[in-house]
């Protein structure tokens, strides 16, 4: 293998593409990557002098990028001119859920993947190495294949052209960590030279037992089919969570029961206010249409069935939240701790706080809610049919300290797992809030005698003597 890639463009600068980039771009310093995209204001900031202003906040990430940014990692909008000069692309652009026409609500949206392979059959020069870094259906190598088959035929200039899938891992707020420390870095594809180009930029850091190969259908089915795997735990997690409730057993006594188990594991089993994250349910329905579509209803009703669950248990926080305050939270004050969709990332994308916010809303209480890293106008557009007016019942507010936000509330719920929210003085809680005060705690960060010792009454999931 003489031919070495020396210039990447990844189309895409968002969860996946900018941190994928970064470390890419750290790991390897003879390769020029490109990161471009359509949104001007989302690569400002990823050119912002102030680290602190980037897009996107993952542990580790500013530092990479105060590292290689202008040096070999480049933010732009000059998708075409990028494209052009590349070897290898990557399209790492957004995937979700269609919302209208055929399959709408269930298979994922490839109108922006189509146009990335459109932009590439367009603008590429000499041979070009396309990725597949976005989460997508199996089959749609055959869809860019063909797009870019028509440039090969149309065009009097030599194109040539590989198809890999590279499906990503990532977590976000682990994002970087995930990167450099992959379980394994997965390639499908035909031409195994390609492959071993892909594979030689990861071969910098990641040993080469952790670099799978397979065929290109196995590889996009293996991403949709993880990611089916863990929100199943999860749900499964949450509904014996309920289970304990009602009969006194205690969830994190069951999953430490049952994780030492080693077929089984200990991770992915802390239940909580119910799986969020802009994958886990866009790739199951995904997974659903796709089985419906090749005549398989019982296997789509299988996985249906954890996406049906989460919704359930979303809504039962909520019901509770309303039953324990004697059955009406119409104007009182609550204080909502944590927006983001898990720790250390300020992405809301599906987050549980969004429906449980909604549904006490709709009950007509009065939301304070705090988040270390989530923005107002973040807020604003997920709650964006609610009122944003702290002074009538179905209305909320930012707050920018977690004391004023439980500052004369009757209810404090915790549903992002924030470290901060672990060191809450709970003596200091008791003499602000309004009594009877409750403490909802949907990811087990509180010991309960804290709170209880302080006069206030505590609930948290899966907890049989709540
Ligand atoms: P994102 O919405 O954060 O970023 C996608 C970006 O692509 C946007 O900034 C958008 O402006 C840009 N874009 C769309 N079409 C474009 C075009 N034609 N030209 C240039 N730019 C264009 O999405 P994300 O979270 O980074 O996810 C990307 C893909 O990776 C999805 O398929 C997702 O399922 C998958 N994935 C996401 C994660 C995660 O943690 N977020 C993890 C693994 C896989
Ligand atoms: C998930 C997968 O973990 C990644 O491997 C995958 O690449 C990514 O989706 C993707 O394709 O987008 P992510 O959504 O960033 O990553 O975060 P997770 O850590 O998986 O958490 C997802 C949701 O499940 C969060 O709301 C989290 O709070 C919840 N969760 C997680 C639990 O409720 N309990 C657990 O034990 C673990």
């Not at 999860?234 to 289970?243: G, K, M, R, Y």
Request: charged share 25%.
């Amino acid at each position: 293998m003489n031919f070495k890639i020396k210039n990447i463009c990844c189309i895409g600068a968002g969860y996946v593409g900018g941190p994928t980039m970064a470390v890419i771009a750290d790991k390897c310093p003879d390769v020029k990557v490109e990161v471009v995209d359509l949104d001007v204001e989302r690569i400002k900031k990823w050119n912002h002098k102030d680290l602190n202003k980037l897009p996107i906040y993952e542990p580790g990430l500013a530092e990479i990028v105060g590292r290689c940014r202008e040096v070999n990692l480049f933010f732009s909008n000059s998708v075409d001119k990028k494209i052009k000069n590349a070897d290898m692309v990557f399209i790492s652009v957004n995937t979700p859920t269609k919302k209208k026409g055929l399959g709408a609500g269930k298979a994922s949206d490839l109108k922006w993947v189509e146009a990335c392979a459109r932009q590439v059959a367009r603008y590429s020069v000499g041979h070009t190495i396309v990725v597949e870094k976005s989460t997508l259906p199996v089959r749609t190598a055959e869809v860019i294949k063909s797009i870019l088959k028509e440039s090969v035929k149309s065009n009097v200039t030599a194109k040539t052209f590989d198809v890999l899938s590279n499906p990503e891992f990532l977590s976000e707020g682990s994002a970087i960590e995930d990167l450099i420390n992959p379980d394994r870095v997965l390639i499908g594809g035909e031409n195994e030279n390609a492959i071993d180009l892909l594979s030689s930029i990861y071969s910098n850091w990641v040993p080469k037992n952790k670099i799978l190969r397979t065929n290109i259908w196995s590889s996009e089915l293996a991403k949709l089919t993880a990611n089916a795997f863990l929100a199943q735990r999860i749900s499964s997690i949450n509904s014996i969570s309920a289970l304990c409730e009602a009969t006194g057993a205690d969830v994190r006594e069951v999953a430490r029961a049952i994780g030492s188990d080693k077929r089984i594991g200990p991770k992915f089993l802390d239940s909580g206010p119910g799986f969020g994250g802009s994958c886990f349910k866009k790739d199951i329905l995904n997974l659903v249409y796709l089985s419906e579509y090749f005549g398989l209803p019982q296997v789509a009703n299988f996985w249906e069935s954890v996406v049906k669950l989460n919704d359930w248990h979303q809504h039962r926080i909520s019901q509770l939240v309303v039953k324990k305050l004697f059955g009406t939270v119409s104007g009182k004050k609550i204080s909502i701790l944590g927006f983001a969709f898990k720790a250390n990332t300020n992405d809301t994308r599906e987050s549980a706080a969004i429906r449980i916010c909604k549904d006490l809303l709709e009950e007509g209480a009065i939301l304070s809610i705090h988040d270390p890293k989530v923005e107002m106008s973040q807020i604003s557009r997920d709650l964006k049919n609610e009122n944003q007016n702290f002074s009538k019942e179905g209305s909320w507010t930012m707050s920018e300290d977690i004391y004023d936000s439980i500052n004369g509330s009757d209810a404090v719920v915790i549903l992002t797992e924030w470290e901060e929210y672990t060191k809450i003085k709970w003596d200091k809680v008791s003499t602000i809030v309004r009594r009877p005060a409750w403490i909802f705690d949907s990811r087990s960060i509180i010991d309960p005698k804290k709170v209880l010792k302080n006069g206030m009454n505590f609930w948290r999931v899966g907890d049989g003597l709540n």
